[in-house]
């Protein structure tokens, strides 16, 4: 592979997430929350394409939808409605929250004629008796849906078993990415990870995954040739990247990577993530092969959970697993506004941490923003205490002073504006 | 506040309001007893759509923090302990039931005497209301440390399927086991089990068919009763559905309120128009209800209150009392699609005869809130009437400002007279 291959699949995937609605590939089905299983929709022949939502004032959504539904909701929703998504052949909402549910009530008032617009009913348990047979009830729901769109057919359990196995390749590089940005956030930051990301959930699979393979192998490779121990003597990944604090950011869905940029721009390494997005997309649970249709439910249900299923034990203790493996100094909270589920998990959340010894930092976030002037300045003075911290604790012949300034081809991409929807 | 003064009418109140305050009262009082040395019998925290049925059958005592909530934010007392949670990190735009009872047990203070609630020894809450139960519900049992049951409901969206209900069914078995375990009593069996839940469900099925047919008194003009005297009296099928007091209860209500239409008394002086309510009561302001009311201006209906009338058990299920509880449980107002929430308020604009329909859009609760701008819409274009939506919050009196309402309100009224 070289170093131009690489270069031009980000670049592809980096402008597939920056411009969804021009990147995907007919025909298309349009999925909003990542507990929908892209799966289904491709083994239906179909292409799955994760609808966002576009920053900034929304427009015609304001008539439906109060301005206390989180402002993901309602941009999505105006996407919607003013024909941003016209050209899918379907929209897959899943049952999270009470606000997305809202904008899926909408959508369904006014969505074009023969368009499907399904509901994928979900538990929000991810336990307990029943859980498993029913979450499978619903995947087959779907596929029998989709299976009625225009353009598609009725899955076939080789389908399944193909586009499963297509889609967990995408997830393995996107896991090999991360492990890439946790050892060398200077070679690939967070927000250019992110924005990658996002970008696999847009374009043809297939693509993703040969795409997101390049870069994984490109940088892998550069970061075996500029960094000897993958890790360091007490166990901990190696600290490079000029001496920034390394940190977890937690949050929802995203809607640009513009906050993650501001956490950088202000001093710190995105260097693991409880995103929507990002890290509670790499693991999966198993499930056997017996139905394909249980065996989806169960890598949904046995997924990192997000802050709508409970019981919430696994959550909190993934998240405090993580930030230890990790290694970071400290955790930042982008917390959408008006959004219960993360707001609600957010006190305990900070206080396992704290236990964990990682003090932590909430930013609010609305419209895929935040209220940039005094976010920044409280990003930059919680990043400097961490930096200080982290020279008392850690001393001069810290590993992370060893690769000072050096900055990788990645993050020439992660400046403002790169990936802007 | 330096808001104008408004003028409102006198309250025509009910005489069994009397009895209510004592009903109120004493079902606090038992939950305090229960949690004494000598009470010994288990206190259950449920959300206000919890199938409260198998618990009483259980012998364990359900208490509800919603209507603490609202008996807090009545009282124009809520603020001090959504701020105590705002402090301990829980964001300002949460549901201000929640906030407001993590304040009091966060503070250990709270409106019962000085008391917040008794400590629960198990906790149950039904996503059929919101999300937001789930999460505070987590927050509750971290704070106490005691076991919890969340039962999930799947979104009704278009009605029910078999496989949603065997789902809502199972746990609702599981429940039994866990509410008996968490009380530490021994599991009951089967027959025992559902023979007691049988009597209990009767007596709640009796409930909601008074409660159906007070409702029905109020197609009535003048109505006999408005929206004031709804919002309190739902207190006992809210608390007490499926005891014999909630029954005796509302046989005195429906006799009073019978008593009333027979002799053409309403509940507002010189009924003019007649008004559906949706959403939950603004607790803290009533005072808008009667300034409506001062304008000749009745609540005949509210989606609120309505939505107990629901619980109505199907007796073709009466061989399986879980089943008919794993569909009711389900198909509750806040848990049916929009679709169908629309022809419940069509049908109930047709029924009570209202000119006109109110929304109290809830900051606090996004579950009842969203969608209220495409019913509005529906009932000002498929039915031709008026709507108002008010931006207010149930508990939270922050999020409200009563003066520039009341000129909204004003608006409103002249349209009514226009159409009159
Ligand atoms: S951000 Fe929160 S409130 Fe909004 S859709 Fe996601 S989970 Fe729901
Ligand atoms: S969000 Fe609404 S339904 Fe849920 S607890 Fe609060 S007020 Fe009740």
């Given at each position: ?96 929250c ?6 899926f ?19 929000a ?7 498993l ?143 929507c ?19 989806l ?60 010894g ?37 001393g001069?012949?810290h ?23 | ?10 309250d ?39 199938p409260?049925?198998?618990?009483l ?11 603490y ?25 949460l ?43 987590e ?22 399927n ?16 866990f ?93 003019k ?80 005869r209202?000119?006109?329909v ?14 209220q ?17 008010i ?30």
């Amino acid at each position: 592979m070289t170093n131009s291959t690489a270069s031009g699949a980000m670049d592809r995937l980096l402008a597939a997430g920056a411009d969804p609605a021009a990147h995907a590939p007919g025909p298309a089905v349009g999925y909003v929350c990542s507990y929908v299983p892209e799966e289904i929709i491709l083994a239906a022949g179909l292409h799955p394409v994760r609808l966002g939502a576009r920053p900034g004032p929304t427009g015609p959504a304001d008539s439906r939808l109060q301005s206390f539904s989180c402002s993901f909701a309602r941009a999505l929703l105006d996407g919607l409605l003013s024909g941003r998504w016209n050209g899918l052949e379907g929209f897959v909402f899943a049952y999270t929250c009470d606000s997305l549910r809202a904008a899926f009530e909408s959508w369904r008032i006014s969505a074009p004629p023969g368009r499907l617009v399904h509901f994928l009913n979900l538990p929000a348990r991810i336990e307990g008796p029943g859980v498993l047979d029913y979450a499978a009830s619903e995947m087959r729901r779907l596929s029998e849906a989709l299976g009625g769109v225009d353009g598609a057919h009725p899955p076939t359990p080789d389908d399944l078993a193909w586009a499963i196995g297509l889609i967990g390749a995408v997830r393995q590089n996107l896991e090999g990415l991360a492990r890439v940005r946790r050892a060398r956030p200077d070679l690939l930051p967070g927000s250019t990870y992110m924005a990658m990301a996002r970008g696999a959930a847009v374009l043809d699979r297939r693509e993703a995954a040969t795409l997101t393979a390049a870069v994984a192998d490109e940088l892998t490779a550069a970061m075996g040739a500029t960094v000897s121990p993958s890790r360091t003597p007490s166990g901990a990944p190696p600290r490079p990247g000029g001496g920034r604090p390394r940190v977890l950011v937690l949050g929802g869905y995203l809607e640009t990577e513009e906050p993650l940029r501001l956490i950088e721009e202000s001093g710190a390494d995105i260097v693991s993530d409880d995103l929507c997005l990002g890290g509670r997309r790499l693991e999966f649970g198993a499930g056997d092969d017996s139905d394909p249709y249980r065996r989806l439910a169960a890598m949904y249900l046995g997924r990192t959970p997000c802050p709508t299923k409970h019981p919430p034990d696994r959550r909190f203790e993934e998240i405090r697993s993580r930030a230890t493996t990790d290694g970071v100094d400290g955790a930042i909270f982008l917390l959408q506004k008006f959004c219960d589920p993360h707001a609600f998990d957010y006190p305990a959340l900070r206080d396992t941490l704290a236990e964990a010894g990682v003090p932590s930092l909430v930013i609010e976030v609305e419209l895929g923003a935040v209220s940039t002037g005094q976010a920044r300045t409280r990003l930059e003075a919680f990043i400097e205490t961490l930096r200080q911290t982290a020279r008392t604790s850690r001393g001069p012949g810290h590993p992370r002073g060893a690769a000072a300034g050096a900055r990788g081809p990645a993050a020439s991409r992660a400046g403002r504006g790169g990936g802007r929807m | 506040m330096s808001e104008p003064v408004r003028e409102i009418a006198q309250d025509r109140r009910l005489t069994v309001d009397r009895e209510l305050k004592g009903l109120i009262l004493k079902h606090y009082m038992s939950a305090f007893r229960a949690k004494s040395p000598l009470g010994r019998k288990p206190v259950a925290w449920v959300t206000s759509g919890a199938p409260v049925e198998i618990l009483l059958a259980l012998g364990i005592l359900p208490v509800y923090p919603e209507n603490y909530g609202a008996l807090v934010a009545s009282r124009k007392a809520a603020l001090p302990y959504c701020e105590a949670a705002e402090q301990a990190g829980y964001s300002l735009d949460l549901c201000a039931y929640a906030r407001t009872n993590i304040g009091t047990f966060l503070l250990g203070q709270g409106e019962l005497g000085g008391r917040p609630l008794p400590p629960p020894d198990l906790l149950v809450a039904a996503k059929n209301i919101c999300d937001v139960v789930v999460k505070w519900w987590e927050v509750a049992a971290r704070h106490f440390g005691c076991p919890l049951f969340i039962l999930d409901t799947p979104y009704a969206a278009d009605g029910l399927n078999p496989d949603q209900v065997a789902y809502v069914k199972g746990q609702l078995e599981d429940l039994v086991v866990f509410a008996s375990k968490a009380a530490r009593r021994r599991v009951p069996s089967k027959e025992a089990f559902e023979s007691k839940l049988s009597e209990v469900l009767e007596l709640t099925r009796q409930t909601v068919s008074l409660w159906n047919g007070i409702q029905a008194l109020r197609q009535a003009s003048p109505t006999p009763a408005s929206a004031l005297d709804m919002f309190t009296n739902m207190f006992p099928i809210v608390t007490l559905r499926g005891t014999k007091t909630c029954v005796d209860y509302y046989r005195k209500v429906t006799e009073e309120l019978s008593e009333r239409v027979k002799q053409g008394y309403g509940a507002v002086p010189l009924e003019k128009y007649r008004l559906i309510w949706d959403n939950i009561a603004i607790w803290y302001d009533f005072d808008l209800v009667r300034y409506l009311h001062a304008r000749g201006a009745a609540f005949v209906g509210e989606t609120y209150t309505d939505a107990w009338g629901i619980y109505d058990f199907d007796p073709s299920d009466a061989h399986d009392p879980l089943q008919a509880m794993a569909r009711q449980y389900s198909l509750i107002l806040l848990n049916i699609g929009l679709g169908i929430r629309k022809e419940r308020l069509f049908r109930m604009v047709r029924s009570q005869r209202a000119d006109g329909v109110v929304f109290h859009s809830c900051r606090s609760c996004k579950t009842y809130s969203l969608g209220q701008y495409e019913l509005a819409r529906a009932v000002r274009d498929e039915l031709g009437l008026p709507t108002l939506v008010i931006e207010a919050d149930m508990a939270d009196s922050r999020a409200y400002s009563a003066g520039p309402t009341a000129t909204r309100v004003d608006a409103f009224l002249e349209i009514l007279a226009g159409k009159a």
